[in-house]
């Protein structure tokens, strides 16, 4: 395990209205190097009069920005984009620090995360109404698309760049003010993404940053008449909370909820790119991705074959800090992690399952976690049934890839499925069968800014990025004119 480098400290702060709001003098939260467990900075707490505030600067954005046209809202994202790529290496470095990531995956997150706020820029030019046929020449019916309102948005920890960023960019693009909520465990990350729009010329009460409870924050904006649509990246439990109060005044919603991706290997795979890429694909982040391979099923014939190659990688990855460059997977961001962890394996073991490698904390400051493998799981085992969200993969056999596709179907969730086979008739199979909001054949990159991102079944609704993305910003609007 590599050595744990030297804490920096992170500037902290709300943005409400254009004004800048620090923890001194008001309550706050300790903001946690999870790499260390130390504190370097105080995240402040919104009060009530905060989230007035931030509600009527975001009504007087949303007038401003709904005025400004396509083409310069687009340059005003475009050019947030290229601050955002000049200053990878710092916004990158503050992510690392305050989530924990590999330091080179913060920077792709960055690159990301300009993508998907230049992309939705250039996509909003395209928000196209249309004309429509009447049954007189007198008429004149139009179609318009116009945007929603203010937005209350609210993100989590383990990606704190792309997560805002879609927000960001879809509420932005469209022509609507927004309340941004990042986690409070990394708010650095999100605050330097506003920082880019802010200098790229977008008006400061069209983009609010606020921390605090969350409960409290999301009850009084989602309550609120100010808000139009909210947008939630977390838990199942907590989005069907959000969707009940969104309901209660009929707000849209777009929930992206948790997962469990199965990965179904077939004796048609190229073997040795299924490990590879499984392996890298697992350990991203810890683990702590809703889109993170998890439930590895495999074919009889190869499984052997497939587990041992899959176990001696994970036991060779190289364990450290985030801003060490030779780390290839770092700590897990928080204690919780690591406790629910430690439950999911515990419970394995005593169902019968077999630890193949890892299945415990490393004796380091922080929260690092060795990377695990767990073979002859029961189907009643926990970690085939609730998301690990952490270091944990499963390896089942299938016999028939009917069976297969009947297995990774089995949980409620719909989010991310995974397969890997070189023939092209199981492929299809496979991609028809599937029951999820993002299918990857040999290959799990399915977050890119030109796609849609979303889940279906208990994983959610609503897509970010992709034209789709766009439209759930977007109101219609039917006029005729005589």
Not at 1 to 13: G, K, L, Q
Not at 309 to 316: E, M, N, S, W
Not at 443 to 470: Q, R
Request: glycine letters at 8%.
């Amino acid at each position: 395990m590599t050595a744990t480098m030297t804490p920096a400290a992170i500037d902290v702060r709300m943005l409400i209205g254009g004004e800048t709001i620090r923890a001194n003098a008001r309550e706050s939260l300790a903001l946690v190097n999870p790499a260390t467990g130390t504190e370097i900075a105080r995240v402040p707490i919104a009060t009530d009069d905060d989230l007035r505030h931030a509600l009527e600067a975001a009504a007087r954005g949303h007038a401003r920005w709904r005025a400004v046209s396509a083409y310069d809202r687009a340059v005003v994202l475009r050019n947030a984009a290229r601050i955002m790529r000049e200053r990878r290496e710092t916004i990158a470095r503050t992510m690392t620090l305050e989530q924990g990531k590999p330091i080179g995956e913060a920077r792709a997150e960055i690159d990301n995360a300009a993508d998907t706020i230049e992309w939705a820029g250039e996509e909003g030019r395209r928000a196209y109404g249309r004309i429509v046929p009447s049954r007189s020449t007198s008429v004149r019916q139009m179609v318009l698309r116009e945007p929603v309102g203010p937005v209350a948005a609210f993100t989590p920890w383990n990606f704190p760049a792309v997560t805002p960023a879609r927000k960001l960019a879809g509420s932005l693009a469209a022509g609507c003010s927004i309340i941004l909520k990042p986690a409070e465990e990394t708010p650095g990350t999100a605050l330097a993404l506003v920082d880019a729009l802010l200098e790229a010329g977008l008006p400061p009460d069209v983009v609010t940053v606020v921390f605090g409870r969350p409960a409290h924050i999301s009850e009084t904006l989602i309550a609120s008449s100010v808000i139009r649509k909210i947008s939630f990246t977390g838990s199942i439990p907590v989005g069907k909370h959000l969707a009940r109060l969104a309901a209660d005044t009929m707000k849209r919603a777009t929930l992206e909820l948790g997962g469990h991706a199965p990965v179904i290997v077939s004796d048609k795979a190229d073997l040795q790119k299924a490990i590879a890429t499984s392996v890298a694909g697992k350990y991203r982040n810890a683990g702590q991705v809703c889109v993170s391979p998890t439930r590895f099923i495999v074919q009889e014939s190869v499984y052997d074959r497939f587990a041992d190659g899959f176990v001696q990688a994970a036991a060779k990855l190289r364990i450290g800090d985030g801003l060490d460059e030779s780390t290839e997977m770092a700590s897990l961001a928080n204690g919780r992690r690591r406790d629910g962890i430690v439950e999911l394996i515990a419970d394995a073991k005593s169902r019968g399952a077999t630890i193949a490698t890892g299945g415990e904390a490393l004796p380091a400051p922080g929260f690092f976690f060795a990377p695990t493998v767990i073979t002859d799981a029961p189907l009643d085992a926990r970690v085939l049934n609730d998301e690990p969200f952490g270091p944990i993969a499963v390896i089942t056999r299938f016999k028939k890839l009917e069976d297969a596709i009947a297995e990774a179907n089995r949980l409620p969730f719909g989010l991310a499925s995974y397969a890997f086979t070189q023939d092209l008739g199981e492929a299809n199979q496979i991609a028809n069968g599937i029951e999820a909001g993002m299918v990857g054949i040999n290959h799990f990159n399915v977050s890119l800014a030109e796609i849609p991102f979303g889940g279906i079944k208990e994983s959610g609704y609503g897509s970010e990025g992709g034209t789709e993305g766009l439209e759930s910003y977007l109101a219609t609007k039917s006029v005729t004119m005589m």
